[in-house]
């Protein structure tokens, strides 16, 4: 087991370059690779997760050149993917399981997916029940619901399929699997989750539409496509990578943080107007938000430099429609709310339970072992501010977002804090800790 200590700091100060964005590297690779021509990707995010994608599609017959300063991904078109040898691992990645179930479900070959032990505990009913209503053959071999997933050939239909969840896999998934069937499909999902297949599906040739309707659900839909076209795609700074360095800034006393080109897409931004709430000091540089050339290069995101000062935060309710926009940045927000004055409550946000760990459970269990009140509930926690945070021992359950939500917790503490499987933050920012230990 890696294990990593974490001191207590002090003026945390310079400036910081997370890494490229998850889900629009995925997204990037995936439909890359089902276009015609090449798509070239800068800014990509070397993490386990995006390099799990890049092994499943070479697998499947694609070139995937990895230059110093690109990836080049030699798409073969839309039924150009071949039939992979033996099973398509799937690491740790929920985002490539259930995007790439939608896309092997339009196609002429079997296909397995299969993961590592969280991943394969996590529900796939949530795709394989749409997919399968359009005509795609997914069954989970233990049939548990989970993966390893078998997908057989299929002739897919359009759907007009009603999420009961704001997830944007599944509406990804299924959006996907409308590019294959014979009529058009529509999501509506009771709430808008990130919208990043939408913009860069069609920024690849699809005809998509979006909208919020007026009792706040979101519909998206998709017609049947014959071709997609190579892209070039800049992809931007993860907004859920730049969240620790948010908090590090706001919570470790005396520090002035820079963080360069951070996706700021309003459905991945719910952290920043959480922030706000909180009372905290953060400044907007170089936004990119209008219809200039450098949101036409990030494929349709917008990015801005954040500068963040530290200063006293307080409590604050966390409810309703914002919850999909911050739900992976809910680790980090916990902590957050430890080091705030008062009360914070966050409601409405159960999906945290099938994440890479129960994170409600995850997140409760490792701020009460640094003396913080924590009140687990059925669907979010209640956290009680306002103590100095004790080091403690950590235990990440090899989760990414906990292991890097409680470093920065650790800073912010009286003690050393020492992090169990410290690693597993590989998945998602490799040099996490590094560039923690350059802003010291
Ligand atoms: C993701 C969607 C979200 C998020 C995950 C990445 C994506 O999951 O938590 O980290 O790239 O589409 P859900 O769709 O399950 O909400």
Known sequence: MSVKTIYPKKGLKG??????????????????SIASGTTEITNF???ADCLSTIRCFQKMGIEIEQKPDA?????????????????????????????????LSGQDFTSVLS??????????GRVMSPLNS??????????DGCAPLRIEPGVLHGIDYRSPVASAQVKSAVLLAGLYADGNTSVTEPVLSRNHTELMLGGFGAEVSSGVLKDGSAVAGIRPCKQLYGQKIRVPGDISSAAYFIAAGLVVPGSEILIRNVGTNPTRAGILKVCEAMGADLTYLDRNTADCQAKQETGGEPTADILVRSGS???TVIEGSIIPTLID???????????????????DAAELKVKETNRIDTVTENLKAMGCSVTPTEDGMVIEGGKTLAGARIRSYL????????????MAAEGETVIEDSQCVDVSYPDFFATLESLS
């Open 15 to 32: 400036e910081v370059r997370v890494p490229g964005d998850k889900s629009i590297s995925h997204r990037s690779v995936m439909f890359g």
């Open 45 to 47: 995010l070397q993490g």
């Open 71 to 103: 990836v080049l991904v030699r798409g073969r078109g839309l039924y150009g993917l071949s039939a992979p040898e033996g099973t398509l691992d799937v690491g740790n990645s929920g985002t490539t399981t259930r995007l790439l179930s939608g896309i």
């Open 115 to 124: 993961g590592d032990a969280s991943l394969n505990s996590r529900p796939m």
């Open 134 to 143: 359009m005509g795609a053959r997914i069954e989970s071999v233990r049939n």
């Open 313 to 315: 935060l307080h409590g």
């Open 329 to 347: 940045e809910i680790p980090i927000i916990a902590v957050m709310a430890a080091c705030a004055e008062g009360t914070t409550v966050i409601r």
């Open 399 to 410: 989760d990414h977002r906990i292991a890097m939500a409680f470093a920065v917790a650790g």
